[in-house]
C-alpha cells in the first residue's frame, strides 16, 4: 500500500493506492461522500481490493482528509468541478486510465458528471446512494446533521478523520442548504454516460429515494447496462451497512468490464 500525496489544482490531495493481486483487472478508484475521507473509508477499501483483487485507489478531495484546508465557500457547480477538472488531472498525475469509478453518494455523483463527460475514458460506474437532483429527504437530513453537529461531541469523532473539521462540516452543510443549490440537478449528464452502471440504493436511506436511481437507470441511455441494486437493512451508507454484500456486487460487476 503506497499513501502521499499529489498536486491537483495546485492544491495537495492525500491518496493511498493498493497495488493489484490479480492480473488483467480494471483499477478502481474510490470517490467518498459529502463528509467523507481516505481515512473515513476505514477498511473497506482494503477489503474491496482483497476480494476484487483490483488495484485500489482512494484519496480526499480538496478540503477533506489529510487534503489542503478548504479556504473558501463552495459554489453550486462544486460537484462539476471536481468531476471535470480535478478529477481528471488526478488520474493523469497518478497515470491511471479507464478506471471503474466507485462513488457514494456526493461521490457518486461526481462519478456520474466525469463519466458523462465525453472527454474522459471510464469503464465502469458503481454509485453507491447518488444524488442526481435534490430532494426534500436530502435538505431535512442534511439540517439535522447541522443540529447535531452544533449540539453534540460530532465534531471531536469527525476530526479524526479531518485537518479542519470545522471547515469541511460547513464547507458542504452550507452549500446544501444554500436556497440557490435547490435547483441542482445533473440529469443532462446521464444520457452520455457510456460505460456500464452499477446503481446501489439502500431502501433506509435518510438522504435520499429510489428515485434517484432510477433516473439513472431511465436515463442513461448510452450505457450498455444499467444495474439497479436496492438493498433492504441499509441506510445512506452500503459500503457500511451491507459491506459483504456490496463487494460482493463490485466484484461481479468489475468481473464483466473490458479491459
Not at 24 to 51: I, Y
Not at 64 to 75: I, M, N, R, T
Not at 194 to 209: K, N, R, S, V, W
Given at each position: 500500500?503506497?499513501?502521499?500525496?499529489?498536486?491537483?489544482?495546485?492544491?495537495?490531495?492525500?491518496?493511498?493506492?493498493?497495488?493489484?493481486?490479480?492480473?488483467?483487472?480494471?483499477?478502481?478508484?474510490?470517490?467518498?461522500?459529502?463528509?467523507?475521507?481516505?481515512?473515513?473509508?476505514?477498511?473497506?477499501?482494503?477489503?474491496?481490493?482483497?476480494?476484487?483483487?483490483?488495484?485500489?485507489?482512494?484519496?480526499?478531495?480538496?478540503?477533506?482528509?489529510?487534503?489542503?484546508?478548504?479556504?473558501?465557500?463552495?459554489?453550486?457547480?462544486?460537484?462539476?468541478?471536481?468531476?471535470?477538472?480535478?478529477?481528471?488531472?488526478?488520474?493523469?498525475?497518478?497515470?491511471?486510465?479507464?478506471p471503474v469509478l466507485v462513488g457514494h453518494s456526493?461521490?457518486?455523483?461526481?462519478?456520474?458528471?466525469?463519466?458523462?463527460?465525453?472527454?474522459?475514458?471510464?469503464?465502469?460506474?458503481?454509485?453507491?446512494?447518488?444524488?442526481?437532483?435534490?430532494?426534500?429527504?436530502?435538505?431535512?437530513?442534511?439540517?439535522?446533521?447541522?443540529?447535531?453537529?452544533?449540539?453534540?461531541?460530532?465534531?471531536?469523532?469527525?476530526?479524526?478523520?479531518?485537518?479542519?473539521?470545522?471547515?469541511?462540516?460547513?464547507?458542504?452543510?452550507?452549500?446544501?442548504?444554500?436556497?440557490?443549490?435547490?435547483?441542482?440537478?445533473?440529469?443532462?449528464?446521464?444520457?452520455?454516460?457510456?460505460?456500464?452502471?452499477?446503481?446501489?440504493?439502500?431502501?433506509?436511506?435518510?438522504?435520499?429515494?429510489?428515485?434517484?436511481?432510477?433516473?439513472?437507470?431511465?436515463?442513461?441511455?448510452?450505457?450498455?447496462?444499467?444495474?439497479?441494486?436496492?438493498?433492504?437493512?441499509?441506510?445512506?451508507?452500503?459500503?457500511?451497512?451491507?459491506?459483504?454484500?456490496?463487494?460482493?456486487?463490485?466484484?461481479?460487476?468489475?468481473?464483466?468490464?473490458?479491459?
Amino acid at each position: 500500500m503506497h499513501s502521499g500525496f499529489v498536486r491537483v489544482c495546485a492544491r495537495n490531495i492525500e491518496y493511498q493506492l493498493i497495488p493489484a493481486h490479480q492480473i488483467n483487472r480494471p483499477t478502481l478508484l474510490l470517490l467518498h461522500e459529502g463528509l467523507g475521507s481516505v481515512s473515513m473509508w476505514r477498511d473497506f477499501p482494503a477489503r474491496l481490493a482483497a476480494a476484487s483483487g483490483c488495484r485500489t485507489l482512494v484519496y480526499s478531495r480538496y478540503g477533506y482528509g489529510q487534503s489542503d484546508v478548504l479556504e473558501e465557500a463552495f459554489k453550486p457547480d462544486f460537484m462539476h468541478r471536481e468531476g471535470r477538472e480535478a478529477l481528471p488531472e488526478l488520474l493523469a498525475a497518478l497515470n491511471i486510465e479507464n478506471p471503474v469509478l466507485v462513488g457514494h453518494s456526493d461521490g457518486g455523483s461526481i462519478a456520474l458528471l466525469h463519466a458523462g463527460d465525453k472527454r474522459n475514458a471510464v469503464a465502469g460506474l458503481v454509485v453507491m446512494a447518488p444524488h442526481c437532483f435534490v430532494e426534500d429527504i436530502s435538505i431535512r437530513s442534511i439540517e439535522a446533521a447541522k443540529r447535531v453537529f452544533e449540539t453534540s461531541d460530532l465534531p471531536a469523532k469527525l476530526a479524526k478523520y479531518h485537518r479542519d473539521v470545522r471547515r469541511t462540516f460547513y464547507g458542504w452543510n452550507d452549500i446544501w442548504l444554500d436556497p440557490d443549490f435547490r435547483s441542482w440537478n445533473i440529469e443532462g449528464c446521464l444520457a452520455d454516460i457510456p460505460c456500464p452502471i452499477l446503481a446501489i440504493q439502500g431502501e433506509d436511506d435518510e438522504y435520499g429515494t429510489m428515485a434517484q436511481i432510477e433516473a439513472i437507470a431511465a436515463q442513461a441511455t448510452s450505457s450498455p447496462g444499467v444495474e439497479l441494486l436496492k438493498l433492504a437493512d441499509c441506510r445512506h451508507s452500503p459500503h457500511r451497512d451491507q459491506t459483504i454484500a456490496v463487494i460482493e456486487a463490485i466484484g461481479r460487476f468489475a468481473d464483466q468490464i473490458d479491459r
